[in-house]
């Protein structure tokens, strides 16, 4: 997974698949702060992404629906 930063990629995590879920293979580091995915697919064609981020200065979870 990549995010676009100032026109450039910039690597986040790699997913691996466990059962029906693909989760991050190891946490994204910025600074001090964790970041790990989990993506789900949905009965009705949806993504659901789930960031879990952690650390000294956050503290978040984050739930993404993309829907056809």
Do not use: M
């Amino acid at each position: 997974v990549y995010h676009k930063r100032r026109d450039f990629p910039v690597f986040l995590v790699k997913l691996i698949r466990n059962k029906e879920l693909w989760v991050s293979e190891k946490a994204h580091l910025c600074g001090e702060d964790s970041y790990s995915l989990v993506l789900q697919d949905a009965e009705n064609q949806s993504i659901t992404a789930n960031w879990r981020i952690t650390g000294p200065r956050k503290d978040e979870a984050l739930e993404y629906i993309y829907r056809p």
